[in-house]
């Protein structure tokens, strides 16, 4: 048992930290005001090869570990929660789709573009009847000359980076009768793919930066060498996808916590009421200390999945787990930064209340927090 990181995996978090407080940290309020997708600093993070951080050398990427990953992740979502999510459907989802389900071929075309940074990658599974319950999808893939291509009709929404992605990484079924096994897993090219629509993106309360897309597939034609693996294997495809994925929004959350912390420790020691720093009283120092323990072992149990991940044990329960408790965390300690700051925390001087909007959206997506308690339950009663 060694809860050290190694030298290279403090490099990479030392050379993210210094990218996000010096590129990420100043930008931040301007994107969570304007929402406009942050291409710069995609572009420089491509440079930083922090766009294909897990998939190996041979494909574009960086081949680090699932521990330097978390890690980097964390520190991207300490700078901004809408870049974070960003950077985890592009990779956790959608690189790690095609890395995983994709032939050699698909692989060298449409991965290598995405793990470099050239290209931006979207995952779409969500439909506005199928959130939770993914078997309730309508989009089918119906199969098309002889079976040489399908012909796709239907439409998802809440799809993180679907307006402005080169590869979307789409399910549907192939087979409608079969319920889960009969859901197939394509890749689309929205260039390059007629009647792939992009009907619009979302207002939400923050995640700003990353466009939360709403798709629509009309009578779209895919060449069945589009097909990732074989038809009907795209539920489990899912599943595994997120699975992995549910680490790196523990991690987004963790680096919500921590930017929270951070913000708060500095207001704490500034701020004056009775001729003393709040910090001096015992009710802030009790916050600050549930802080920084709550912070603390949500990152101990996102490492913990990263490492039976990376021993290529089964993680179910422990990715559930990290994700699941980071989540809540991370709005919690993000309601207590707000506290520390009293009335300035309730606007928008300060980021605290930028980071509360954010951290929400870690109990929803990637599996509600209900939905992993099944999970974990499930994995228990076993
Ligand atoms: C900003 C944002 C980005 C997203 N990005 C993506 C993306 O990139 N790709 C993608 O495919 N999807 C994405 N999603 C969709 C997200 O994964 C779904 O919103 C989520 O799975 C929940 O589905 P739903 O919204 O339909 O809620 P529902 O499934 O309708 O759930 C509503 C409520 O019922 C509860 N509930 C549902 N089923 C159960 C159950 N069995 N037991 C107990 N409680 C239950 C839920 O926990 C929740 O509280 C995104 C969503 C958001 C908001």
Sequence with gaps: MDFSPTQEQRQIQEMVAEFVDEE???????????????????EQMAELGLMGMPIPEEYGGAE????????????????????????????????????EFGDESQKETYLTPLAEGEEIGAFALSEAGAGSDVPAMDTTAEPIEGGDAYLVNGGKLWISNGS???????????????GNKGISSFIVRPE??????VEGTEHKLGDKGCPTAELRFDDMRLPADRRLGEEGRGFVHALKTLNGGRITIAARGVGIAQAALD???RYAQDREQFDQPISDFQAIQHKLADMDTKTQAARLLMHQAADKKMAGDSFVKEAAQAKLYASEVSREVANEGIQIHGGYGYTKDFPVERFYRDAKLNEIYEGTSEVLRNTIASELLD
């Design 164 to 178: 402005v992605a080169d590869t979307v990484v789409l399910f549907a079924k192939t087979d409608p009768e079969a």
């Design 64 to 99: 680090l570990d699932y521990h330097s990953y978390a890690m980097a992740l964390e520190e991207i979502s300490r700078g901004s929660g809408g870049l974070g999510t960003i950077v985890a459907a592009h990779i956790s989802l959608a690189c790690n789709m095609i890395y």
């Design 24 to 42: 990420v940290k100043p930008r931040a309020a301007e994107i969570d005001d304007t929402d406009e997708f942050p291409w710069d600093l995609v």
């Design 263 to 265: 913000e708060a420790l």
């Design 192 to 197: 390059e793919d007629d009647g792939f629509i």
